[in-house]
Nanobody
Framework: QVQMVESGGGLVQPGGSLRLSCAASGFMFSIYDMGWYRQAPGKQRESVAIISNRDRTTYPDSVKGRFTISRDNAKNMVYLQMNSLKPEDTAVYYC???????WGQGTQVTVSS
């Protein structure tokens, strides 16, 4: 059974940092691209970072230079290091294989003073 379990969210002040973790199971993790996504209230879910099965990374301009995605294939884990956080980064963050429709519970990130 495919499962993604996200953790590491919380409340942080603008300019702060958080590291999100995602534990994946139920599929051959190492051969798949992985992504982090977020959904803010009233908005569509959007991609914030993708890492290929060969560790190639892509980011939208909104987070480029501030967010870093990484993966550990030995542990079936994917991470998102978020620095210089802004209030507009507030959202529920999810990890998933790009194109898959089943989502985990996500982890809430709130950036506020």
């Amino acid at each position: 059974q495919v499962q993604m379990v996200e953790s590491g969210g919380g409340l942080v002040q603008p300019g702060g940092s958080l590291r999100l973790s995602c534990a994946a199971s139920g599929f051959m993790f190492s051969i798949y691209d992985m992504g982090w996504y977020r959904q803010a209230p009233g908005k569509q879910r959007e991609s914030v970072a993708i890492i290929s099965n060969r560790d190639r990374t892509t980011y939208p301009d909104s987070v480029k230079g501030r967010f870093t995605i990484s993966r550990d294939n030995a542990k079936n884990m994917v991470y998102l290091q978020m620095n210089s956080l802004k209030p507009e980064d507030t959202a529920v963050y999810y990890c998933n294989v790009p194109g898959w429709g089943r989502w985990g519970q996500g982890t809430q990130v709130t950036v506020s003073s």
